[in-house]
């Protein structure tokens, strides 16, 4: 903010910054030399930053220890199914949220605000025995379901953010011009909605990818559940041996996170928008 | 996490008029329809009803029913895999509640945990977004690496320190051990140190979501204000308490108080680091109602903790937020 910042203050500045990221990185970059390690060095009273002598075993074991690519799969459909069908249902119910001021909108806020507080127990109970009834439980649709309504207070929140964003000018220019309410939704809001809704999509999905406490409850069969509920089965025994199988596997289950959070990370959508005021 | 990532959403997305939600709702109110909107305002056409009803009904399904069913189900004796009919039992499941000191201590455990999670994590974030929003050089590599462990699932966070931990190949007890003091310990086995242990992932885990939010605050501080300060000789902390943190005051509390909720609410992370062990020491709230529900299957008994809960960390909240807020207006 100040441009004129004394020298030394400034090198105070980066030592800080400095040891922020080493604080906020150092766990992450000891998971995965750990996954590197042989059991052997593992099992030694002093450990090294670089693996003395790297090797794979960890990752080709952690895949006969544990079903890790049916997990990923069920995870995979389970967050793409939710990310699309949240998004689906949310982006309308958004688009009135942000346009139109009635009870119901008003109300929508409000439960987007209240559903933060929930405890998830209280939620749960009832969602269980609901889905036990309709014999959704240890089944992914049934945990689908789950993940749209609880990616939705987000997606929305997000999603009115965007429309909100888009100026009210263009659609009453497509008016002016004779376009049907529907045809300047889907030909002019859609359009410049759509950076926002991947992104929200995208979120929506990481949301489901890392999400436990649901999985845990809901999906019984180990053939059936998500990664990071297999995961937790490498915890079983604790023996030094399964530490490198498990640092393995925990950082092949957060690649996907990570990747898809650069992607919506970079995402700018101010530059579009701005253009089509413009023109 | 949620309410955060929608402002820094909106906010890089806005041109202009939409930037962050707790500001643009302050500063503009009510202008968001123009010209006839006031007429349009009240009654919502049947289109409208067809754009809602696709999520409306998934969540009064899946969300508010679930909700007062499962707090009806507090006052009944509802159990899992039982033949005979549940029954309404009254405020039975609340007077038991009232005098089962483990869930007390558990509670004490979580509010323990929520604050003593949320004030560091608070403080260190605020540090990192004052430091991000300087114009150092690698600016965006540090903003990019400081929101790491935002993308990362719990149970690999719980993973990743567990690793750390170890007492024998974790890195805190080489380091402690290079540094000469002494040979380490258990942390998260500890009876003393298994609490502070998970503690500092709770603060680790959640500040990358703090640090937006308030990095998206700080861009509310008025410039012009801070330069003029600067000119009449102000200091960096006379800067920071007169311009800054006025400013940044709503998103703060904001972010304090969902934080506190989260915290409060959160489960993975202690699950997978201790599963509430040394000897219940940091068994959270929501890992014993999780286990009074799921391995013992009193469905009833625990709808009645996690109704108390709901209740008392609303009191506690809204103590909280008026306190600050009058606070605000004596200065």
Redesign the interface.
């Known amino acids: 903010?100040?441009?004129r910042?004394r020298r030394p203050a400034r090198a105070g500045?980066?030592l800080?910054?400095l040891a922020?990221?080493v604080?906020?990185?150092?766990?992450?970059l000891?998971?995965i030399s750990?996954s590197f390690k042989p059991a052997r060095e593992?099992?030694?009273?002093?450990?090294t930053?670089i693996p003395k002598d790297p090797t794979l075993a960890n990752y080709r074991q952690a895949f006969d220890e544990q079903p890790l690519l049916e997990a990923a799969g069920n995870s995979l459909i389970a967050a793409l199914s939710a990310a699309v069908v949240a998004v689906?249902?949310?982006t309308?119910?958004a688009?009135?949220m942000?346009?139109?001021?009635?009870l119901?909108a008003r109300a929508?806020t409000g439960?987007v605000v209240v559903?933060?507080?929930?405890?998830?127990?209280?939620?749960?109970?009832?969602?269980?025995?609901?889905l036990k009834n309709l014999h959704l439980i240890n089944s992914l649709p049934g945990l689908i379901?789950?993940y749209?309504?609880w990616a939705?207070?987000?997606a929305?929140?997000?999603l009115?953010?965007?429309v909100?964003?888009v100026?009210?000018e263009l659609e009453?220019a497509a008016a002016v011009d004779g376009a049907s309410?529907?045809r300047t939704l889907v030909s002019v809001t859609a359009p410049l909605l759509a950076?926002?809704i991947v992104?929200?999509a995208l979120?929506a999905f990481?949301t489901a990818?890392?999400?436990?406490?649901f999985a845990?409850?809901l999906l019984k069969t180990p053939e059936k559940q998500t990664?990071?509920?297999v995961?937790?089965h490498?915890?079983g025994a604790e023996g030094?041996a399964d530490?490198g199988p498990?640092?393995a596997a925990?950082?092949l289950?957060?690649l996907p996170?990570?990747v898809?959070?650069?992607i919506i990370?970079k995402?700018?959508?101010?530059g579009m928008?701005?253009g089509a005021?413009k023109s | 996490m949620t309410l955060a990532t929608a402002s820094e959403r909106s906010g890089s997305s806005g041109s202009g008029g939409g930037r962050w939600w707790w500001g643009r709702r302050r500063r503009t109110g009510d202008d968001g329809d123009k010209g006839g909107g006031a007429a349009r305002a009240r009654v919502m056409d049947h289109g409208a009803w067809f754009l809602v009803l696709p999520a409306l009904l998934p969540i009064l399904v899946l969300s508010v029913g679930p909700l007062l069913y499962g707090i009806s189900l507090a006052f009944t004796d509802s159990q899992s895999g039982r033949t005979e009919p549940t029954e309404w039992i009254g405020l039975l499941n609340f007077q038991d509640l009232l005098h089962d000191t483990l869930f007390w201590d558990s509670f004490r455990i979580g509010l323990l945990w929520a604050v003593g999670v949320t004030v560091p994590q608070f403080v260190l974030a605020l540090g990192l977004a004052l430091l991000l929003s300087q114009n150092l050089r690698f600016r965006w590599l540090a903003r990019s690496l400081a929101i790491i462990p935002w993308a990362m699932p719990e149970v690999v966070v719980g993973i990743m320190w567990r690793l750390v931990y170890n007492p024998d190949a974790g890195i805190l007890n080489e380091t402690l051990r290079d540094l000469g003091f002494g040979d380490g310990r258990d942390w998260l086995t500890g009876i003393g140190t298994a609490l502070p242990a998970v503690i500092v992932v709770g603060v680790w885990a959640g500040m990358p979501q703090t640090t937006v939010a308030l990095l998206a605050g700080l861009q509310n501080v008025p410039r012009e204000l801070h330069e003029a300060a600067e000119m009449d000789g102000a200091g960096a902390w006379r800067r920071f308490r007169t311009v800054t943190w006025p400013a940044l005051k709503p998103i703060a509390l904001a972010i304090t108080a969902l934080n506190f909720i989260w915290n409060f609410n959160s489960f993975a992370l202690v699950y997978v680091l201790t599963n509430g062990g040394p000897g219940g020491r940091t068994r959270l709230p929501m890992l014993f109602a999780y286990e009074e529900a799921f391995r013992y299957g009193q469905f009833g008994y625990a709808a009645a903790m996690g109704c108390v809960m709901v209740a008392l960390i609303s009191v506690l909240l809204a103590v909280y937020l008026v306190g600050r807020l009058r606070g605000g207006d004596q200065r």
Do not use: C, D
Not at chain 1, 98 to 102: E, I, K, Q, V
């Open positions: 903010m100040t441009r910042t500045q980066y800080a910054l922020y990221l604080f906020l990185a150092f766990p992450f000891w998971l750990t593992l099992g030694s009273l002093h450990p930053w689906v249902i949310a309308p119910m688009y009135v942000a346009r139109h001021r009635t119901l929508a439960w559903s933060q507080a929930f405890p998830f127990v209280l939620v749960i109970i009832p969602l269980f025995l609901v379901m789950v749209v309504v939705l207070p987000f929305l929140w997000m009115v953010g965007y909100r964003a100026p009210t009453e309410k529907l950076p926002g992104a929200t979120f990481i990818w890392n999400e436990f406490f845990l409850v990664l990071p509920v995961l937790t490498f915890l030094a530490l498990l640092a925990a950082f289950a957060t996170s990570l898809v959070f650069a990370q995402r700018i959508t101010g928008l701005a005021v």
